[in-house]
């Protein structure tokens, strides 16, 4: 396998095991379909999906590596680490995806209790409807259901007008530990990633005690290309991984069919002059009929 830059690697996308709406195997056939040649799912803070999906790529001689996306509590926000390549049966990985998870329920009960008084009741029930493993009730299953029963156009109306800060719905949450997420990661022979840097808002020095951080705890990696990243980002974040030795990756972030602007497999490569993290996992890519 040649893993160059130009690899159409997708290491970022969310099934039914959290709050995408596709299976596992849908989302293998899909990716193969849209051209990709290196896949990932990595659902929110669960790992349930992944025997699956390396099984329905494996089915369908797509290459694989194992993925998830956790919840990380930074600085007052919410920050996304991916960890690529770890072993999926790693059991401090598994009981701290267990424990960042915990949280949801509770936290849901609160969201809708927050609805209600603005005016929408049933909130609760009425995301559990869209909800496909019931320890991962997310926003987006709210918002499914604030469309639905018409009380927004789209999903991103409702988090203009609801479940983000300041907002009704909204529940300010601890998730995971920055050191936490990516210890978890890479002691299970994965490789930590900040997610879609671009998307926290934070000032050039809230960044850098972010990547800094992150790097003093192992961590590795920094999303360059994905579906939530302007062009302009695409540069910037490239500079940004070489300016700190970081390893460079790329995904969608695809979730539905209806509601994802970027398709499995259809953003641009990475750039050349980047190192890109699939080539320091060479070793942990799962082929058909290989166990990795
Ligand atoms: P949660 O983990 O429950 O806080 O939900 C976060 C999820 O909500 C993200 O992973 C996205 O899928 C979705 N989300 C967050 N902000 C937006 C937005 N502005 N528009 C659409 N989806 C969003
Ligand atoms: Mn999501
Ligand atoms: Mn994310
Ligand atoms: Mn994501």
Aim: a negative charge.
């Amino acid at each position: 396998m040649n893993l160059d830059a130009a690899l159409n690697a997708d290491l970022h996308c969310h099934s039914v095991v959290s709050d995408g709406t596709l299976t596992p195997e849908a989302l293998a056939e899909r990716a193969k379909a849209g051209g990709v040649q290196l896949w990932s799912l990595t659902d929110h803070d669960e790992i349930g999906g992944q025997a699956r999906a390396i099984a329905a790529a494996a089915a369908i001689g797509l290459p694989y590596l194992t993925g998830t996306e956790i919840s990380v509590s930074f600085a007052g926000r919410v920050v996304h680490i991916v960890g690529l390549g770890f072993d999926h049966e790693a059991q401090e990985l598994i009981d701290g995806l267990k424990a960042t998870r915990g949280g949801r329920e509770p936290r849901a009960r609160e969201m809708a209790a927050s609805l209600a008084k603005a005016g929408i009741p049933g909130a609760f029930e009425g995301a559990l409807q869209y909800v496909g493993n019931p320890d991962l009730i997310s926003r987006t299953h709210f918002a499914r259901f604030l469309v639905d029963a018409g009380h927004c156009a789209d999903v991103p109306e409702v988090f203009r007008r609801f479940l983000t800060e300041g907002k009704p719905g909204f529940v300010p949450h601890k998730w995971a530990a920055l050191k936490d997420a990516v210890g978890w990661i890479t002691r299970a022979g994965g490789i930590a990633v900040i997610a879609h840097p671009g998307r926290y808002g934070f000032t050039p020095t809230e960044e850098y005690a972010l990547i800094t951080e992150f790097i003093g705890h192992g961590g590795r990696g920094i999303e360059v290309v994905t579906g939530s990243h302007t062009a302009a980002e695409f540069q910037q974040y490239a500079d940004t991984a070489i300016e700190f030795g970081l390893l460079a990756s790329r995904g969608s972030d695809f979730h539905c069919p209806e509601e994802s602007r970027i398709d499995l497999g259809a953003l641009p490569p990475l750039a050349n002059r980047l190192t890109p993290v699939w080539q320091a996992l060479q070793e942990r890519v799962h082929h058909a009929g290989v166990a990795g």
